[in-house]
C-alpha cells in the first residue's frame, strides 16, 4: 500500500483536534502525525514531522492563522495548508488565501466526508474552497481596498478612540484623519463610526483582541 498521508491538526481547542484525529484516522489512507495548540508549536511540529497537509485554524493566541501560513510557507515553499475554521469573513478568507491556503473548509458546515476528500484533493496538488468561502472571496476580490493607514485608522476607531487619539497616535493631523475616514467610508458604504467599525470586525478587516 502507498504510504499514508500525514496530516499536522493545528488548533487551539484540544476537543477540536480530538474529533479530527479520530476522523482522520479512521480513513485507511491517511494519519495524525502531530497536533499543535498554536503558531509556535505548529511551526515546531511542522519542522519535526514534515506532514504532507496542515490543518490550521485561524484565530489563536499569539500568532495569528495567516500570520502561521505565511511562516511556514516561507520556510517550506511546498507547504499544503488546509485552513478549517468558525470564520468565514471576507477578510479572512482574502488572507488566508494570499498567504497560500490551498483550502478554505468552515468547521460548522462540514457534511460527512469532505474533510477526508479536501485532504486527499489537497494532497494530489488541487485547491478547494467552501462555497461560502468562495463566495466571500470572489466578494473581498471586487471591493475597493483599504491601503495600510486605513486599515491602522480603522482598527483605532473600532476601539473606540477619537479623531485627535488616532492623530496623535499614528503622528496625522486631525485632518488627515478625517480625510482617511471619509475614504473609509465610501470604499465600505457606510456613513458612521458605529457603522464602519461594525462592517470592520464582521468583515474581518479588524480584530478585537
Partial sequence: MADKIKVLIVDDHRVVRVGLRAIIDAEADMEVVAEAGDGAEALAAHEQHKPDITLLDLRMPGMSGPEVLAALRQR???????????????????????????????????????????????????????????????????????????????????????NKEIGTMLSLAEGTVKTHLKRIYEKLSVSDRTEVALVAVQRGIVTLR
Fill in 76 to 162: 517550506d515553499p511546498e507547504a499544503k495548508v488546509i485552513v478549517l475554521t468558525s470564520y468565514d469573513a471576507d477578510e479572512d478568507v482574502y488572507r488566508a488565501v494570499q498567504a497560500g491556503a490551498r483550502g478554505y473548509l468552515l468547521k460548522g458546515t462540514l457534511p460527512d466526508g469532505v474533510l477526508e476528500a479536501a485532504i486527499r484533493k489537497v494532497h494530489a496538488g488541487g485547491r478547494l474552497l467552501a462555497p461560502e468561502a468562495a463566495a466571500r472571496l470572489a466578494d473581498r476580490m471586487t471591493s475597493p481596498q483599504l491601503t495600510p493607514r486605513e486599515v491602522a485608522v480603522l482598527e483605532l476607531v473600532a476601539k473606540g478612540k477619537s
